[in-house]
């Protein structure tokens, strides 16, 4: 069974920075991507940074040049450094790998507070 582990959520003050961490166990193949999602109440959940098999990355707009993803495929783990934290970026931060043939897996979930 493939389970998603987040942690390094927490508080920190505004300007202040965070390193997320997912940790994956169980048998997951033909991965295409791992990522970072945050989710608002009352709110779609957004990607906020991606890594695919390849290394290629994106990030949204608003993250850029603050956050940073790294991975490490073969131990199926993967980072979300977060610089220059915003209030407005308190979130429930989730990891996401995708796979070519089965889909989504998902995290339970890592929260985020930033706040002064």
């Known amino acids: 069974q493939v389970q998603l582990v987040e942690s390094g959520g927490g508080l920190v003050q ?20 791992m990522g970072w999602y945050r989710q608002a109440p009352g709110k779609q959940r957004e990607l906020v940074a991606r890594i695919t098999n ?35 970026e308190t979130n429930v931060y989730y990891c996401n790998i995708r796979t070519k043939f089965i889909g989504d897996y998902w995290g339970q979930g890592t929260k985020v507070a930033v706040s002064a």
Not at 15 to 31: E, H, K, M, N, V
Not at 56 to 70: C, E, H, L, M, P
């Open 14 to 33: 505004p300007g202040g920075s965070l390193r997320l961490s997912c940790a994956a166990s169980g048998t997951i193949s033909s991965i295409y991507s």
């Open 54 to 88: 390849s290394g290629n990355t994106n990030y949204a707009d608003s993250v850029k040049g603050r956050f940073t993803i790294a991975r490490d495929l073969a131990k199926l783990t993967m980072f979300l450094q977060m610089n220059s934290l915003k209030p407005e």
